[in-house]
């Protein structure tokens, strides 16, 4: 595809689920990134991959949340034992070069919601 | 710690009026970038200053960067309704975790 498309736009899901969002990064992009982003803030950055590692998770928020890029290409977000705090729209981007160097090309989010 | 700050939070302006916002940054700089949200989609690029640029023009777009203040502007000519939208900055200083957004400047263009 032209952009980095994530599925699903919207999940609901109740607390204690477990859910996977998915991104698909423009091809091409080696450099792919998460982030959470809740209503009136910007976005929060959660971790970052170059190729399949991932580079830097710092800003992951607890050990619940985990992501692989197993292939340097799509990448998948997974949320253990998910709480209603987790509630945010995840955006992933992706770009050409590493960080420092250039733009990030996001996508539209998917919007989780924890009831 | 957040890598770029924008002010004003809101700013409210007539359809044909100039649009000023500022952000500011913490710490040394490779690049300075300016990203517009529109209401629930995701973010989209729209200029990249580098560290040794002062000013750059692109279209309707002039951005401003003074490194000794550590600081940026983003003006928008002739603003549309179309404009309405949250504008974040980000400073690129070479690291992921520095790739960190504030809570921008939420523009609101009056018909």
């Known amino acids: 595809g032209a952009g980095v498309s994530q599925t699903p736009s919207n999940k609901v899901t109740e607390k204690g689920k477990y859910v996977e969002l998915r991104c698909d990064p423009i091809s091409g992009h080696t450099a792919l990134y998460w982030y959470r982003q809740s209503l009136g803030q910007g976005p929060e950055f959660l971790i970052y991959?170059?190729?399949?590692?991932?580079?830097?998770d710092s800003g992951l928020p607890n050990d619940r949340f985990f992501a692989v890029r197993p292939e340097g290409s799509v990448s998948t977000l997974k949320i253990q034992r998910t709480e209603r705090g987790d509630s945010a729209v995840y955006l992933c981007?992706?770009?050409?070069?590493?960080?420092?160097?250039?733009?990030?090309?996001f996508g539209e989010g998917s919007r989780l919601t924890v009831l | 710690s957040q890598q770029g700050e924008e002010d004003p939070q809101a700013l409210s302006i007539q359809e044909g009026e100039n649009a000023t916002m500022n952000c500011s940054y913490k710490?040394?700089?490779?690049?300075l970038q300016w990203y517009r949200q529109n209401s629930g989609r995701g973010l989209v690029h729209l200029i990249l200053?580098?560290?040794?640029?002062r000013e750059k023009h692109s279209g309707r777009l002039r951005v401003t960067l003074d490194t000794s203040k550590k600081s940026s502007s983003l003006l928008i000519t002739a603003s549309r309704a179309a404009d309405t939208a949250s504008y974040f900055c980000v400073n690129e200083a070479g690291s992921a975790r520095q790739l960190t957004f504030g809570s921008g400047t939420q523009l609101t263009v009056l018909p």
């Open positions: 991959f170059q190729g399949t590692g991932a580079a830097d």
């Open positions: 200053i580098r560290s040794n640029e």
């Open positions: 981007a992706s770009s050409p070069r590493a960080p420092g160097t250039g733009e990030l090309f």
């Open positions: 710490t040394s700089i490779n690049n």
